[in-house]
């Protein structure tokens, strides 16, 4: 390949540019083009310019040649791929199903994770918008003060800007029927700060986010779009909120995704207001607001960090009172690692399983290109003969394998395309930007680089066996019917796989299932049969506590008087809804110092145990006597009680709540712990308060029916538009409802995990099928002999079986291996997953290799028939 004319340097200058033709070229044409090289070379030598000139032409026209060569090159081999592949349909069909089922499933997955956690957000520079919170000494996140807001904003250097914002719920009047709107209440600097333009209008300014300034509103597309028919005069437009006129400055564009903050935010907003004019109190040590930043350019988020910090131990000296005399501080991470990382462990646990499920489908493709092994081998003897070498043969052997990788993408990109189908699936919906799943270029670059991956992976094994057989031996695999000798030991290393991987699926797939039955046999501690709830929030024409408790007390005596119902009452945060309102109270201890409980504070209305099913199970319930001005009285659970007074009687004691300390409530009664939170998180300390001495202007009824059916949600509605015929309704929902959505997401790993287990299971059969019927097909002469002198056809099939045994019982225990530190990491990310024990393991062993050993049933069994005569004459 190398001119005899040209010096050293030159000669290896030569073989680079030629190392970038195809091997075919090479091999074919590389020493005519060296010669020809080498002779223009020789005639150019004494003229420096020249050799330049020859230097510069010769590497324009291999570039020029190369692409087209390996275009033409690829093409050739495309070609004959799927020539071969229709020769074969039914092993085409196979090979393209078990990828397809493989590929499908990680691409799907893979689209989920790269809306939820890869995507970037819809916003200006997203990885400089961050969210602050406050932390307590106990390392406890939590919400800002407006104050706490303003000093930040006044204090920090490292911020370019900082909004504060809540949620509100507003009455929306003047229309067909009162509707109840999800409204964010945000700082004029949001918007800015994220880079939002809007759709037509204007957003707020710093006048409009100021104390008494007048009713501006900006609308949500969705909401401008249903309600005003999308028409462009609603600018200055006013509207009726809580029963005060809003003017209409502006509308989001219809793309606006603002993620929420936190679990008590709304999914979306219809509506924002400016926050000034919206806060309900500026109390240093009221903290209900989040907050959004933005990191200024050129400064770490480290860097913003450590100031913020320094700045929260500052603002603790400065107000010891807010913050009860401990060292509070504030903390700052990227909104979309806050906002993403609770599902983060769970999405990438699901793609690990999907990808092993995928990884046993290339076994099972490459167990089936080794039983085809068998009719090529002839091809590929002739083809070495005609001189192929074995780079060209592995080459042809990876284009098909690619061929039928592309296909399988091909159906796993149309089945990541219905991917968003499944936000009907409520553990999906519920995922943090699961609205915004589509399939993007990152879904199209992962689907064509694990097609590419798995063709390499498939190919691998059957490749080696046909090109080692066929090149090192040509004339041996040319006689007809000559079974290739040696041990098939890629057929025991890919079972040995495919038990492991198989092995570890199953194992997740069983602690998945563990999980959902240890939720599902929890006692939530209330009845959900019958029970029918609404939320109602109350505008701000209800002015004192004694308008809101008068209103909530006439609902509730006209809902439990109505047809139907045994029992209404109301509550301020719903079971299993996740809605918390932390608080902490004081108990006399055993010591001189007071005891600090950390509890869950709600309120509630004479009749919501007995509305709920709440079982009391020491003193009395909340009655209509227990009002704002009899003296102030408690109901704690059982976990409360159990932590304050251990040993003792609880009802009787006094307790404290930290935001009134001059004011003792008496515990009247102990209630069985409920799981506000969720079914799978145990029960916090819980006190209750009655509504009438701790008025809230949002309350969540609830109606039990007196039969067997439930209450219908109209004579909810009913009941609140007898009271104020202006009053919205909204939320209607049955506890059964809420208890089956609070096991969704459990449930769905549950389901999700059987599904795949189910499919490694199925995938082992055939692929163990596939490699025993290859390796009893390798083996037909031994078989015949040893049935010639004397064995049993019995004994062929304990032989076969127990050649399976071997290497999947050692795959198994890989596959536990595997598992176990795989789950031991899962664990320590997600504690909801129940933990591994040694007959989930068992399990899991026993039933992968009792599926291997019954795969090789029929195998095995047709060895046992084979002739001996007729294994001769093969020979």
């Not at 791929?81 to 997955?109: E, H, K, M, N, Y």
């Amino acid at each position: 390949m190398s001119g005899a004319g040209l010096p050293p340097g030159a000669r290896r200058v030569l073989r680079w540019l030629m190392r970038l033709l195809p091997v075919d070229v090479r091999e074919d044409h590389g020493r005519e083009i060296a010669q020809v090289l080498d002779s223009q070379y020789r005639e150019l030598r004494p003229r420096r310019l020249a050799r330049l000139r020859f230097w510069t032409s010769a590497v324009v026209d291999i570039l020029a040649v190369a692409p087209a060569q390996h275009l033409e090159i690829l093409g050739r081999d495309v070609r004959y791929a799927l020539a071969g592949l229709r020769r074969s349909p039914g092993f085409a069909a196979a090979a393209v199903a078990t990828i397809a089922l493989g590929l499908g499933l990680v691409t799907a997955i893979f689209t989920v994770v790269n809306a939820v956690l890869l995507r970037p957000l819809p916003y200006a520079d997203p990885e400089r918008v961050a969210l602050i919170w406050a932390v307590t000494p106990d390392g406890t996140r939590t919400w800002f003060s407006a104050p706490e807001v303003h000093d930040l904003a006044e204090r920090s250097t490292a911020l370019e800007g900082i909004a504060g914002l809540t949620d509100l719920r507003m009455a929306f009047t003047g229309g067909v029927a009162p509707e109840e709107l999800d409204v964010v209440a945000a700082s004029a600097a949001l918007f800015p700060l994220l880079g939002v333009r809007p759709h037509i209008g204007q957003f707020f300014t710093a006048a409009d986010d100021r104390d008494a300034a007048p009713g501006r509103v900006v609308l949500s597309h969705a909401l401008w779009l249903r309600r005003f028919g999308g028409a462009p005069d609603v600018l200055g437009r006013s509207i009726t909120l809580d029963g005060r006129g809003y003017t209409v400055i502006g509308v989001l564009p219809p793309d606006f995704t603002f993620v929420p903050p936190s679990s008590v935010f709304p999914a979306r907003a219809d509506a924002w207001v400016a926050l000034e004019p919206h806060l309900p109190t500026r109390a240093r040590d009221v903290r209900y607001l989040h907050a959004v930043a933005r990191v200024r350019s050129g400064v770490t988020l480290e860097a913003a960090a450590h100031e913020l910090a320094a700045i929260g131990r500052t603002l603790a000296g400065e107000s010891s009172s807010a913050s009860g005399g401990r060292a509070w501080t504030f903390e700052i991470v990227r909104l979309q690692e806050d906002v993403v990382g609770a599902v983060r462990p769970a999405l990438w646990l699901l793609f690990a399983v999907v990808a092993l499920v995928l990884l046993i489908a290339c076994v099972n493709v490459a167990a089936l290109l080794l039983s085809r092994a068998e009719a090529r081998r002839r091809e590929m003897a002739i083809r070495a003969a005609l001189g192929a070498s074995r780079a060209r043969l592995v080459r042809q052997l990876l284009t098909e394998g690619l061929v039928l990788a592309l296909f399988g993408g091909a159906c796993g990109l149309t089945l990541a395309a219905a991917t968003p189908a499944l936000a009907m699936v409520p553990a999906l919906a519920s995922l943090p930007r699961f609205a915004e799943i589509s399939v993007d270029w990152r879904v199209a670059v992962f689907a064509g680089g694990a097609s590419m991956l798995t063709a390499l992976l498939f190919t691998l094994a059957p490749a080696f066996e046909l090109t080692r057989r066929g090149t090192s031996r040509p004339q041996e695999s040319l006689r007809a019917g000559a079974s290739p000798p040696g041990s098939p030991r890629a057929g025991r290393v890919l079972i040995t796989i495919e038990v492991a991987v198989a092995s570890a699926v199953l194992v997740v797939a069983l602690l998945l299932v563990k999980s959902f039955a240890r939720v599902v046999d929890v006692d939530p501690g209330f009845s959900t049969d019958g029970v029918t709830t609404a939320r109602v929030a109350l505008p701000p024409k209800y002015t004192t506590g004694a308008q809101m408790t008068q209103f909530f007390d006439d609902v509730t005596e006209r809902l439990a008087h109505a047809p139907g119902v045994a029992a209404a009452g109301a509550v301020t945060q719903l079971p299993l809804s996740g809605a918390a309102l932390g608080s902490t109270f004081l108990s006399a201890g055993s010591g001189a110092e007071p005891v600090r409980t950390d509890v869950d504070l709600r309120g509630v209305t004479p009749g919501y145990f007995r509305a709920m099913g709440i079982v009391l199970l020491e003193g009395r319930q909340f009655e209509r006597s227990d009002s704002a001005s009899a003296a102030g009285v408690a109901i704690v659970d059982e976990t409360f009680a159990r932590g304050a007074w251990p040993g003792a009687d609880a009802v009787g004691q006094r307790i404290r709540w930290f935001r009134q300390p001059d004011v003792e409530l008496e515990v009247v009664g102990v209630a069985r712990p409920v799981r506000h939170a969720s079914l799978d998180r145990t029960p916090r300390p819980t006190v209750y308060r009655p509504h009438a001495q701790y008025a809230r202007g949002t309350m969540y009824l609830v109606a039990r029916s007196a039969g067997s059916g439930i209450v219908p949600p109209s004579v909810i509605e009913q009941s609140v538009r007898a009271v104020d015929p202006d009053q919205p309704v909204s939320e209607p929902a049955t506890m059964a409802a809420l208890a089956r959505r609070s096991l969704a997401r459990p449930g769905f790993g549950a389901s999700l995990g059987a599904v795949l287990a189910a499919a490694a299971l199925l995938l082992v059969a055939v692929g163990v099928y596939g490699l025993v019927a290859f390796a009893v097909r390798r083996r037909t002469r031994e078989f015949g002999v040893r049935l010639a002198v004397g064995a049993t056809p019995r004994s062929i099939v304990r032989l076969v079986v127990a050649d399976v045994a071997r290497v999947a019982v050692p795959g198994a225990a890989l596959g536990l291996i595997l598992a176990a530190a795989g789950m031991q990491r899962l664990r320590s990310l997600a504690t909801e997953v129940a933990a591994p024990d040694a007959a989930t393991f068992a399990i899991a062993a026993g039933v992968v290799v009792a599926m291997a050993l019954l795969a090789c049933g029929v195998p095995s069994r047709r060895a046992s028939r084979i002739e001996p005569l007729a294994a001769f004459k093969s020979e």
